[in-house]
T-cell receptor
Framework: DVKVTQSSRYLVKRTGEKVFLECVQD?????MFWYRQDPGLGLRLIYF???????EKGDIPEGYSVSREKKERFSLILESASTNQTSMYLC??????????????FGAGTRLSVL | DAKTTQPPSMDCAEGRAANLPCNHS???????VYWYRQIHSQGPQYIIH???NNETNEMASLIITEDRKSSTLILPHATLRDTAVYYC????????FGQGTTLQVKP
């Protein structure tokens, strides 16, 4: 079974703190994704990466950055956390090739609260 | 990506088949139909996908109409653990989750 592991299920941070959310997948997938999920807004894509050191902006990249130094690990960074970044964050991975044909596998999510 | 329409909620008795409909009347020829579900406080879980033909796996069956304008996800013997939000997604690239159908399986 594909396993996508997010480092924390729950996280509480203060406004202005630098926050790192880590995600690791064990299936040698080329593609990795970060989403946030908010009530009434569904899942929104923040960033994705299709290879090591490669990244593409998603629909809502403002206030976030990402790092992919190794194939299995994709990090989401909040440089200076703000209260409007309180959300559920979901990491996903999928094999390479045409996105439409690829199943994305999700982690359990990290619920981040910024106070 | 084509837009999908799903009923906001449905109930199903435990042990019965759950049939979840999805309308995607603007689907184009190269768009796949995907189904995911999300159990409360967990990440989305892939269920099944298809292009033109009906598909079946260990979790569910996917029936796509001949004109591809609608589809039905069938859980053949629903259990309480199938209570979740079910998302029907039509995609050529990114996954775009709508509001989904909240399925409540009742004893």
């Amino acid at each position: 079974d594909v396993k996508v592991t997010q480092s924390s299920r729950y996280l509480v941070k203060r406004t202005g703190e630098k926050v790192f959310l880590e995600c690791v997948q064990d299936m040698d997938h080329e593609n990795m994704f970060w989403y946030r999920q908010d009530p009434g807004l569904g899942l929104r894509l923040i960033y994705f990466s299709y290879d090591v050191k490669m990244k593409e902006k998603g629909d809502i990249p403002e206030g976030y950055s990402v790092s992919r130094e190794k194939k299995e690990r994709f990090s989401l960074i909040l440089e200076s956390a703000s209260t409007n970044q309180t959300s559920m964050y979901l990491c996903a991975s999928s094999p390479g090739g045409a996105l439409a044909k690829n199943i994305q596998y999700f982690g359990a999510g990290t619920r981040l609260s910024v106070l | 990506d084509a837009k999908t329409t799903q009923p906001p909620s449905m109930d199903c008795a435990e042990g019965r088949a759950a049939n979840l409909p999805c309308n995607h009347s603007t689907i184009s020829g190269n768009e796949y139909v995907y189904w995911y579900r999300q159990i409360h406080s967990q990440g989305p879980q892939y269920i099944i996908h298809g292009l033109k033909n009906n598909e079946t796996n260990e979790m569910a069956s996917l029936i796509i109409t001949e004109d591809r304008k609608s589809s039905t996800l069938i859980l053949p013997h629903a259990t309480l653990r199938d209570t979740a939000v079910y998302y029907c997604i039509v995609r050529t690239g990114k996954l775009i989750f709508g509001q989904g159908t909240t399925l409540q399986v009742k004893p």
